[in-house]
């Protein structure tokens, strides 16, 4: 028996996001309250194929969506204390839209979908002149994104007199290197969401959610 996590989703009710052209947005993670949903989803077939062992199934399942609880807590309680002109997260692909809708963010990403877009000079242009309209302090790179394109933002806001700078890396596609925290779905978020709070203005402990931040790099 083989099910997508995103087919789960789907019948759980208008949950996953496309693209213009109807292309799915894969990166369903972003939201904690929707991999709630999918843990919840996980469990039940693991449940329905080894249903003797469903009761360590479900108990493993509560005590995860515990924690998971708590982590949407913090992401909420961090955005929200971020100025709301400035709840504003650019980045080097469109990564992040799930997690923009859950949290109140509004999110830029120079390619597309996939990392394999290329961007184009109008698109950098476009978003330059957005940077310096917004007068956004600062954008973000990608751990599996070059970061060629976000430089150039970063230049381009320069050359017209906004000084924008890096404010971090951002794990979109990948998580931390195994064995770190931040090599855990939990530790991942806690990092993004850490990160971009504190680069954008708002209120986040340095080490993160659970005092753990800082072993992926």
Known sequence: MVRAIST????RGNYLMKEGDGQLDPHIWMDVRGWMEAAKA????M????????????????????????????????????????????????????????????????????????????????LVNYLVDKSIPAVFVESSVSDKNVKALVEGAGSRGHDVRIGGELFSDAMGPEGT???????????????????????????????RLGGAH
């Open 8 to 11: 789960e989703l789907e019948s």
């Open 42 to 45: 996980i469990a039940a077939a």
């Open 47 to 126: 449940t329905e194929l080894d249903p003797g062992n469903g009761a360590v199934y479900d108990t493993n399942l509560q005590n995860y969506l515990t924690q998971l609880n708590r982590l949407d807590e913090y992401c909420r309680k961090c955005i929200d204390s971020i100025p709301e002109d400035q709840r504003i997260l650019v980045t080097a692909h469109d990564a992040f839209n799930y997690m923009a809708r859950a949290y109140g963010l509004q999110v830029r990403g120079i390619q597309g979908i996939s990392t394999e877009s290329e961007a184009g000079v109008r698109e950098i242009e476009d």
């Open 181 to 211: 925290y931040e090599g855990t779905y939990i530790g991942m978020i806690d990092h993004n969401v850490t990160t971009l709070t504190r680069a954008l203005g708002g209120e986040a402990p340095e080490k993160g959610l659970n005092g």
